[in-house]
């Protein structure tokens, strides 16, 4: 089957650094996103990894192993804003994505 | 100004009532899904469509019904016999064109059965 595996929840500093985790395992592989969702809201678009190694984005990078079926989503000097949901999502062979739960990131000052 | 809209926000329906949740979208986009979202779940693929008049179940369509009569629209429709309606549903669209199929979301529509 597939299967997409993140951490629940985590807390981390306003000010410091937090990496999120995303394994997978898929029929196929065309990309890997990452989504940012506030509670209530849509997700928001924040990440597209295809080839490995690492995206940067401003405050947000994304790094992909394809051979390790893994995947990370970095943020930098975090922002009380930064509180949300991060949905890691991956496009298998049909070209429909497959999402894992999201982590609920909570961001303390 | 480009982008997906849904509507209502909320909605409240008794059970055994249908409910037809609206979605459009200005981005001329050919693909447009409808997922549920779950506390606790990941994103769940209801239907999709790729194209006008065409369109495919998803991993959980019982229960749901849909149309593509417009590359704009796509009204999902919840009957009374989907057994567990109360969720957040949330409407994408997204374009082949290019790299990256980012799909691109509506604000979504909570729905309470009761």
């Not at chain 1, 990452?34 to 295809?50: D, I, K, M």
């Not at chain 2, 064109?97 to 059965?113: C, I, N, S, W």
Request: proline share 4%.
């Amino acid at each position: 089957g597939q299967n997409i595996d993140q951490p629940t929840e985590m807390t981390a500093t306003e000010g410091a650094i937090v990496q999120i985790n995303c394994t997978y395992q898929t029929s196929g592989f065309n990309g890997l996103f990452w989504y940012q969702q506030h509670a209530g809201e849509a997700p928001t678009f924040l990440s597209y990894n295809v080839l490995d190694g690492l995206e940067e984005k401003g405050r947000f990078s994304s790094f992909l192993s394809r051979s390790k079926g893994y995947s990370y989503l970095l943020l930098k000097e975090l922002q009380m804003k930064d509180s949300a949901s991060y949905l890691c999502a991956v496009m298998d062979s049909n070209y429909q994505l497959i999402w894992g739960a999201g982590t609920k990131l909570i961001i303390k000052p | 100004d480009g982008g997906i809209t849904q509507s209502p926000k909320y909605l409240f329906r008794k059970e055994g009532q249908n409910v037809t949740l609206s979605c459009e979208q200005n981005l001329n986009h050919d693909a447009m899904y409808w997922y549920r979202q779950d506390p606790g779940q990941g994103l769940r693929l209801i239907y999709y469509s790729q194209i006008v008049n065409d369109f495919q179940k998803g991993d959980i369509a019982e229960g749901y019904s849909v149309s593509r009569e417009k590359k704009e629209s796509f009204p999902l429709t919840v009957t009374s016999a989907q057994k567990n309606p109360t969720a957040f549903y949330l409407c994408a669209s997204s374009t082949s064109e290019g790299d990256v199929y980012e799909q691109y979301f509506g604000p979504g529509t909570r729905l309470t059965v009761t």
